[in-house]
C-alpha cells in the first residue's frame, strides 16, 4: 500500500475542520470512506495519527508534527498541476526550437512576435546553429523541433516540407550584374565568387545540384556563414548566390540580388521533430506560427 494525495487532503482537511462528517462532505465521499483512507495511512506509517471519540476528532503527537508536511505536500502537488494546467494551456512555460541560421536572422523575429502575442508568458529559447546541428539538437531533445534544410535521411527525425526558397545572385548594386534582369549560373564564372565552406547546408545543396555539369563557380574566397559572405560581398570582394530568405540582411551594404537561372536551384526549407515524439502544446502551436510565417516570406507578404 503506497499513500496517495488524495488521502493526504483527507488527513490535512479533518485535522484543519475537526469534523469528519464536514470533512467527507467537502471530498464528496462517505465517512466510511473517509475512514478508510486515514486508516490506510495509518497503516501505512504504523502509528497513530488522529485521536477520535463520538464527538470530538484531534490529533496525535505524531499527527500534529506531520502535519506541516503533509500541508506542504499537498500544496506542491496543487501547484505543479497547476503548472501542467498552464503548460497545456500555454499560459506560461518555455519552448525550445532550433533554427538553421539563415531562418533564425531573418524570419525568427517575426515568428516569435507572433507566438508573444498570443501566449505572452510563455518564453521561446531559440538555438540556431547549421543544419547538421539543427538536426542533432532535435534528435537528442535538447530542442523539440527545428527547421532546416531537406538533408541526409535520419530514421529517427520526422521531416516536414514548407517553402522552396530559390538562390539569387547577391552583388553590390554597382556590379555589373547588378544591371541584368536575370543571371545566370554561367554569367557568374566571369567574375570572383565567394563560396560557403564545405559544412554549410547550402555549399552542400548547390554542389549536389550544380556540381556534375560544371556549372557552380570553383570560388575564390570561401566563408562559412552568409552573415560573412554578404559583407565580402558588400566590400566588394566578388559576388555570391544566397537563399531569397536570406536577402533582407545587412541593407546597409548597399547589394542588390537577382534571380539565378539555367538551371533555377532552390532550397527545401522545413520543420523536424523526433519521430513518435508529440510536441508540447507551446511548441505545437510556435511551430504552426513558425510555418506560416515562412510562407508568408516565400510569397512576399508581410
Known sequence: MRISIEDLRAFVLVA????????????AITQSALSRRLKKMEDVLQTRLLDRTSRVVGLTTVGEEFLPTAMRMVREFERSMGD????????????????????????????????????PSVSVRVMDDVGPKVADLVATGDAEFGIALAAEDRP?????????DPYMLACREDHPLAAKAHVTWGDLREHIYIRMGAEAGNQRKLESALGDNGALPVG????????????????????????KLATVQRPDLNLVFRPLADPVVSRTIGLIKPVGRTLSPSALALSDIAGEVLRQAAAGEH
Open 16 to 27: 484543519e475542520i475537526r469534523n469528519f462528517h464536514r470533512a467527507a462532505e467537502e471530498l
Open 84 to 119: 501542467i494546467q498552464d503548460i497545456i494551456e500555454k499560459r506560461a512555460g518555455v519552448v525550445t526550437m532550433a533554427s538553421v541560421l539563415t531562418i533564425a536572422q531573418n524570419v525568427l523575429p517575426q515568428v516569435v512576435s507572433h507566438f508573444n502575442e498570443q501566449f
Open 156 to 164: 529517427n527525425l520526422e521531416y516536414q516540407p514548407i517553402i522552396e
Open 220 to 243: 575564390t574566397h570561401e566563408v562559412a556563414h552568409i552573415s560573412t559572405l554578404l559583407s565580402f560581398v558588400g566590400a566588394g570582394l566578388g559576388v555570391s548566390a544566397v537563399p
